[in-house]
């Protein structure tokens, strides 16, 4: 394998999806986001990503069987709105600027394929005295500000690493609309309790209503 490739396991007809994403980072937050957002809306795996760019070892099922590193996409359709959820098993070394950038742009090209013009990327801020903060970066004032008004406090002059910040940037270039949220943390270790900030004010921001009771059900899974 010289090249990042496309695998699929189904092709569910979706309209006018948002493309989230969740791969792992700063305290782990963006990876449990997604994985909370996929039990939320019971999606489904429908296409996986591999490319030689990802870390040289191979993961292990509890029957002992062994697959490569992976991207996975996840489909779903709710009431009001229809998601492709990216999460996955690690990211590129990030030394590895252009593999960064192909990749990137692998993946959006996937998801203009599916129709996606919003997106959504997740992970971590690190702050050494984290206090449930959600912050936000966006493709435009007006999609910061209203995130603002929904819980988030603006993530300014910073940087944001990785896919969860080069796929905003990529998509805007592209013209899709897009909002980051990062939960602060102090990245030293798997951090729960952002991930569930983070997938509270996803929600908010798309306008989905969480009762409390199916809240608490995720809380307690995670």
Not at 10 to 27: A, R
Not at 144 to 168: D, F, H, P, Q, S
Not at 183 to 201: M, N
Request: with cysteine; net charge positive; glycine share 10%.
């Amino acid at each position: 394998m010289d090249k990042p490739q496309f695998r699929y396991l189904s092709h569910p007809e979706l309209e006018n999806p948002v493309f989230v994403e969740g791969l792992p980072g700063f305290g782990n937050i963006g990876k449990i986001a997604a994985q909370l957002l996929i039990k939320f809306t019971h999606a489904k795996p429908f296409a996986e990503l591999y490319a030689p760019s990802f870390p040289d070892y191979v993961i292990i099922n509890n029957h002992g069987i062994c697959r490569p590193p992976r991207y996975e996409f996840h489909a779903a359709q709710t009431e009001k709105k229809h998601f492709i959820i990216l999460t996955g098993d690690a990211q590129p070394s990030l030394e590895d600027v252009m593999v960064h950038y192909e990749l990137c742009g692998e993946i959006l090209d996937f998801a203009e394929k599916h129709g996606c013009r919003f997106v959504v990327t997740m992970g971590g801020a690190p702050t050494p005295r984290p206090a449930e903060e959600v912050y936000v970066a966006a493709t435009s004032q007006k999609l910061a500000v209203e995130t603002m008004e929904k819980g988030a406090v603006i993530y300014g002059k910073g940087r944001i690493v990785g896919a969860t910040g080069l796929l905003l940037g990529l998509a805007k270039k592209r013209g899709f609309e897009g909002i980051c949220l990062l939960g602060a943390t102090t990245g030293l270790e798997t951090d729960r309790r952002a991930s569930f900030s983070v997938f509270k004010l996803l929600m908010k921001s798309l306008g989905i209503k969480v009762k409390t009771d199916a809240l608490e059900k995720l809380r307690r899974k995670h």
